[in-house]
């Protein structure tokens, strides 16, 4: 569970390996951990280019910042096209900044995913595209936390639409209410138990969706009030 282990992964890895068929959640996963990593000068660079020079990603990660600031290295990859350089990386004997691999037509079998797997420091992530249900899900529930309420048939509409692309909904939501959405995540509660007379019972269990928003922003529709229960 990508999402559970995000915060962690930030805080004790330095090397991010992100896979599969679903590039645009392999993507998403990458600019997550990004996102909690913080602040920090961003350094771009694709598996082409270190299949050239495989020591540039050892020399980058080493580096200091022109700002001072901290860094973190971004590579686009296809295949195993970066592996030498990941391998060149792991053999330095100096931490260096967080690095973060997003690999096209790589799978967790590939030669870099091995290489990574056990690896302290290390974490290897593999993403499938969603399904119909599960974006439709996903889209209700950004529904309920943007306060509008979308019955199934609604939310499977959308999720059609948008080529069953979570970050379209999101990206709805942020023009909505002008904020950037760094996260939705869901909890179920259990409903509370109630006793009238003689007789006890509970309530139905409800869900709620939790938004994280980027720092200093909020939603007015929030402030004050509580999920809807139902």
């Not at 559970?4 to 997550?32: H, I, M, Q």
């Not at 860094?71 to 973060?100: N, Y």
Request: aromatic share 6%.
């Amino acid at each position: 569970n990508f999402q559970g282990s995000a915060a962690k992964a930030a805080r004790e890895c330095r090397v991010f390996y992100f896979c599969g068929p679903d590039e645009a959640g392999a993507s998403d996963a990458a600019n997550r951990i990004a996102g909690l990593l913080g602040d920090a000068e961003k350094v771009e660079m694709t598996g082409a280019e270190l299949r050239r020079d495989p020591v540039r990603l050892a020399d980058e990660a080493r580096s200091v910042s022109l700002f001072g600031d901290k860094r973190v290295i971004h590579v686009r990859a296809t295949g195993d096209d970066a592996f030498d350089a990941v391998e060149t990386l792991l053999a330095s004997p100096v931490d260096g900044w967080p690095v973060l691999i997003v690999a096209a037509s790589a799978t967790d079998k590939s030669r870099i995913a091995k290489l990574l797997d056990g690896k302290a420091g290390a974490m290897v992530a593999m993403f499938y595209p969603p399904d119909l249900r599960a974006v439709a899900d996903a889209v209700r529930d950004m529904g309920d936390a943007a306060g509008v309420r979308l019955n199934g048939s609604l939310a499977e509409r959308i999720a059609r639409s948008t080529g069953l692309a979570t970050r379209m909904a999101r990206s709805a939501i942020e023009k909505l209410f002008k904020v950037k959405v760094l996260e939705v995540r869901t909890q179920i509660c259990r409903g509370k138990d109630k006793r009238i007379g003689r007789f006890t019972g509970r309530r139905p269990n409800w869900k709620k969706a939790i938004v994280t928003l980027a720092a200093g922003q909020s939603i007015d529709f929030f402030e004050g009030q509580q999920a809807p229960q139902g």
